[in-house]
C-alpha cells in the first residue's frame, strides 16, 4: 500500500504543472490586450494631430474625446498588467520561482507574491486602480446639471479615495 500511496502522491503533486497552461493563456492574453491599447494609441496619436487644425469651437468637444480615450487606454493597459500580473504570480506559486528574475531589483518590487492571498491583494490593488480610471472616464463623459449631481460626484470622488487609502493602509501594514 506504501508504493501506491507514494504513486498517487507523486501524481497529485506533479498535477500542479496544468497550472503552465494558466500561465501561458494569462501572458498570451496579457500580450494580446497591449496589442489592442497600442492600436488605441497610434489612433489617439492621429486624432491629436487633428485637433491642432480644428475650429476654436470643437476643440471643447474633441478634447473630452481625446482625455476619454487617454483614460481608455490606461483601463486596457492595466488589464494586460492584470493578466501578467496573474500568471506570473500563478507561476511563481505553483511552479518554481523565475531564475531569470532573481537578483533583480524590478522582480522584488514585482514579484513579492509568497501566498494566495499576495497574488489576490495584489491583483486586487490593480482592479481597484482600474475601476478608479473607469469611475474618471464616467465623470468626463457626464454634465452636470444639478447640484446634487455635483455632490454625487464629490461623494463618488470621496469613496474611491476613501478605498485607495484603505487599500494603501493594508498593503503598507503588511510589510
Not at 498517487?8 to 501572458?27: D, G, K, N, T
Not at 496573474?86 to 528574475?101: M, Q, T
Not at 513579492?112 to 481597484?128: E, G, P, Q, T
Not at 468626463?140 to 470622488?157: F, K
Request: glycine fraction near 6%; charge should be neutral; charged fraction near 20%.
Amino acid at each position: 500500500m506504501n508504493s501506491i500511496e507514494r504513486i498517487f502522491e507523486r501524481l497529485i503533486w506533479q498535477s500542479r504543472y496544468l497550472v503552465v497552461c494558466a500561465v501561458i493563456a494569462s501572458i498570451a492574453v496579457a500580450v494580446m490586450v497591449f496589442f489592442i491599447a497600442t492600436v488605441d494609441v497610434v489612433s489617439f496619436i492621429s486624432g491629436a494631430f487633428q485637433f491642432a487644425w480644428l475650429p476654436y469651437e470643437q476643440r471643447d468637444v474633441m478634447r473630452m474625446k481625446l482625455i476619454g480615450s487617454v483614460v481608455k487606454i490606461i483601463d486596457i493597459y492595466l488589464l494586460g498588467v492584470v493578466m501578467l500580473i496573474f500568471g506570473l504570480g500563478l507561476y511563481e506559486l505553483f511552479v518554481s520561482k523565475i531564475n531569470e528574475a532573481e537578483g533583480s531589483e524590478f522582480a522584488d518590487r514585482l514579484l513579492l507574491i509568497r501566498s494566495i492571498d499576495d497574488l489576490k491583494n495584489r491583483l486586487a490593488n490593480v482592479v481597484l486602480l482600474m475601476l478608479v480610471v473607469k469611475f474618471f472616464q464616467e465623470a468626463l463623459q457626464l454634465t452636470y446639471e444639478t447640484p446634487l449631481e455635483l455632490l454625487s460626484l464629490a461623494g463618488g470622488v470621496l469613496l474611491l479615495a476613501g478605498g485607495l487609502f484603505l487599500s494603501h493602509l493594508k498593503t503598507t501594514s503588511k510589510h
